[in-house]
């Protein structure tokens, strides 16, 4: 089992910056890639970026590139996204998620074995 916990939500203006952290506990070696997320409200759950946490390797959704980073610290588990230049339709519960590939959807099936439980993101304009 695996547990993941997201920190760093919070109300920012847009154009502002956020960090989101997703500490990863338990037994990890059953992944190797994480990722971010999010869904707003009526809307359905995107994938914005992920990452290979053994090599590094990265994908962003285009909405994501060029404004977030993703990044995975292996000494502490944690998976980061920082996120800059946010925009109002970046509002959203973020989920940070671990499974096996990079991206984790690869439509239909969505490649995620563990979910955190979300934290909320709003940018207002």
């Known amino acids: 089992q695996v547990q993941l916990v997201e920190s760093g939500g919070g109300s920012v203006q847009a154009g502002g910056s956020l960090r989101l952290s997703c500490t990863a506990s338990?037994?990890?070696?059953?992944?190797?890639?994480m990722g971010w997320f999010r869904q707003a409200p009526g809307k359905e759950r995107e994938e914005v970026a992920c990452?290979?946490?053994?090599?590094?390797?990265?994908y962003y959704a285009d909405s994501a590139k060029g404004r977030f980073a993703i990044s995975h610290d292996n000494a502490k588990n944690t998976l980061y996204l920082q996120m800059n230049s946010l925009k109002p339709e970046d509002t959203a519960m973020y989920y940070c998620?671990?499974?096996?590939?990079?991206?984790?959807?690869?439509?239909?099936?969505?490649?995620?074995?563990?979910w955190g439980q979300g934290t909320q993101v709003t940018v207002s304009s």
């Open positions: 998620a671990a499974g096996s590939v990079c991206p984790l959807w690869v439509r239909p099936t969505i490649w995620v074995i563990y």
């Open positions: 338990g037994y990890t070696g059953s992944t190797n890639t």
């Open positions: 990452i290979y946490t053994g090599g590094g390797s990265t």
